[in-house]
């Protein structure tokens, strides 16, 4: 057995299981124009269901726009398990079931983890404000990193502070910076047209 199989066996068997990332699910439909008041009450039902089920992080529903009948249904869970125990279970199987005649069309999307940094709305704002807010993010992180904790480890090699570097910064973004500034610039992020 060569050394890269070795370690590559020795890895999958002790690798420790990744953390659990909050996964969103965004389904839209287009609903039949004679099936809007039924289907808005189907769908605050549903969300409802959903809002109350375990690992639940929230449900909500986006409207159409004016010329438009595609509704959007978010839902947002602590992890992949939550949310597929939510999709096999018999609550949302008798909804899905009650549905079907109302609409034409559905599509499932789901983000997960650092994918959803960005989650954008059918008009997105401009690529460059996404640039400045993540630019800012890694700022916020890296100034008081350099700062205040770099100076006490210049004795660790290179590799070492790199690799601590980075983790701070990743984990910061995802967790908390990112989620932080997306919430607060929310508007200036995605202006209306």
């Known amino acids: ?3 890269p199989l070795r370690l590559r066996a ?3 068997a002790d690798a420790p299981a990744s953390p659990a990332q909050p996964v ?5 439909r287009t609903v039949r124009p004679d099936r809007r008041e039924a289907f808005e009450r189907w769908a605050e039902n ?3 269901v959903a809002a109350g ?3 639940n992080l929230g449900a909500t529903m986006l409207r159409p726009g004016p010329d438009s009948s595609e509704y959007h249904l978010v839902y947002r869970f602590v992890d992949d398990d939550s949310l597929a125990a939510w999709e096999r279970s018999s609550e949302r199987r008798s909804a899905l079931a009650h549905v079907e005649d109302m609409v034409d069309e559905a599509r499932y999307a789901r983000v997960a983890g650092l994918e959803s940094f960005f989650t954008r709305g059918p ?3 401009p690529r460059w ?4 807010l993540t630019i800012a993010a890694v700022f916020l992180i890296t100034s008081p990193l350099q700062q205040f904790v770099m100076p006490h480890l210049a004795g660790w090699p290179l590799e070492a502070r790199l690799l601590l570097s980075a983790t701070v910064v990743v984990i910061g973004m995802a967790y908390v910076v990112m989620p932080t500034l997306t919430r ?3 508007r200036w992020l995605h202006p209306r047209r």
């Not at 969103?24 to 839209?28: E, L, R």
């Open 123 to 125: 008009q997105p704002g």
């Open 1 to 3: 057995m060569s050394v």
């Open 53 to 55: 089920y375990p690992g």
């Open 184 to 186: 607060l610039f929310a």
């Open 129 to 132: 404000r996404m640039t400045l």
């Open 46 to 48: 549903v969300l409802a």
């Open 24 to 28: 969103t699910v965004t389904v839209a």
């Open 10 to 12: 020795r890895i999958g």
